[in-house]
């Protein structure tokens, strides 16, 4: 159809090359809008994965997809995938180091286990514990997180120069403040000196704090720690080159309390932010008491 006409296109009006091929004029409107729009939806897809990927810059083609879906996109992780694998988008991670940050030798008293098996079904049932280093260009520094473990978000963090008691005491308290203590809360960590010593494990007792501590050598007992870490070298440090402890503080500062907490889709939390998460099933939370007052009632 197409051909035909544009051969008459400078002679004859629209409307009557149409009539001569039997075609409506709705057809031909039809026919070239739809190249266009596809164009146009193309650009807009690939305008929005790259706008993801500036700022997510560890994302693969799965959490783009789903962070698509979260905005009214509907489209196949498939095309993502070929998209970003044709723009270079999809990330390639660098190696990093590895330094112990782990001291279980020591005389302080090893608490048991308490969360091996557990089924973690509310927020604050189990805070968990743990420690890395952070590269910097001339030295190393370490930081310590508190996360809850049922929503992943990371509820208090130090950075320090020193791998010592006072680097988990002020992640811990960061986390006092901003939560509130519930009824049976668990604490779960390594067997480290930071998390022994008595100062720590004193600051727990009197907030009613129970003690959890890993087995010896079996890291998967605080596999969610484990994760944090590895997303927060990956997604953050790896892909920076700090010069100061200053420098790296606000830019991890910016990481955990902006991006991870409140941007970066998590999929064991149905691709949503912690923070979403945790409004979620706190709206759960008062639907279902509301409705056991109305069944009383």
Same mark, same amino acid.
């Given at each position: 159809?197409?051909?035909?006409? =544009?051969? $008459? ?10 009539? @001569? !091929? ?6 031909? %409107? ?9 164009? &146009? $939806? =193309?650009?807009?897809?690939?305008? &929005? ?5 500036? $700022?997510?810059?560890?994302?693969? %083609? ?7 879906? +979260? ?5 196949? #992780? =498939? ?6 694998? /044709? ?5 390639? +991670?660098? *190696? *990093? ?8 030798? #020591? ?8 969360? *091996? ?15 890395? %280093?952070?590269?910097? /260009?001339? $030295?190393? !520094?370490?930081?310590a997180v508190v996360l809850d473990a049922f929503s992943r978000r990371a509820i208090g963090w130090a950075l320090q120069r020193h791998l010592d008691v006072s ?8 986390? @006092? ?9 668990? #604490? #779960?960590?390594?067997?480290? !000196? ?35 870490? *590895? ?31 409140? =941007? +970066?889709?998590?999929?064991? @939390?149905?691709? @949503? ?7 979620? &099933? ?16």
């Open positions: 159809m197409k051909p035909m006409i =544009k051969q $008459e296109m400078t002679s004859l009006p629209i409307e009557r090359k149409c009539e @001569l !091929v039997s075609v409506p004029r709705s057809s031909y %409107y039809r026919y070239n809008r739809e190249p266009q729009r596809a164009d &146009q $939806e =193309k650009d807009q897809v690939y305008s &929005q994965v790259e706008e993801i990927c500036s $700022e997510m810059h560890r994302y693969g %083609y799965r959490r783009v997809t789903a962070e698509l879906h +979260r905005q009214g996109l509907k489209v196949n #992780h =498939k095309r993502i995938l070929a998209l970003m694998r /044709r723009n270079n988008l999809l990330c390639r +991670r660098k *190696k *990093k180091f590895r330094i112990a940050t782990t001291d279980s030798k #020591h005389a302080y008293r090893i608490y048991p286990n308490l969360v *091996k098996d557990m089924e973690i079904t509310r927020i604050d049932q189990v805070w968990i514990a743990d420690i890395t %280093y952070i590269r910097l /260009r001339v $030295e190393f !520094v370490y930081l680097l988990s005491l002020n992640a811990l308290r960061t986390a @006092l403040r901003t939560r509130t203590v519930a009824p049976g809360l668990i #604490h #779960h960590s390594d067997r480290g !000196v930071q998390y022994a010593a008595t100062e720590y494990t004193d600051l727990l007792k009197e907030n009613n704090i129970t003690i959890s501590m890993s087995r010896s050598g079996n890291p998967y007992d605080n596999a969610k720690a484990e994760s944090f870490m *590895k997303t927060l070298k990956h997604e953050e440090v790896l892909i920076n080159e700090y010069e100061t402890i200053d420098e790296a503080r606000q830019s991890i500062a910016h990481f955990i309390d902006v991006v991870y907490n409140r =941007k +970066r889709l998590h999929s064991s @939390l149905g691709y @949503l932010p912690p923070v979403d998460f945790e409004s979620v &099933q706190l709206t759960k939370n008062i639907s279902t008491l509301m409705d056991q007052n109305c069944v009383s009632f």
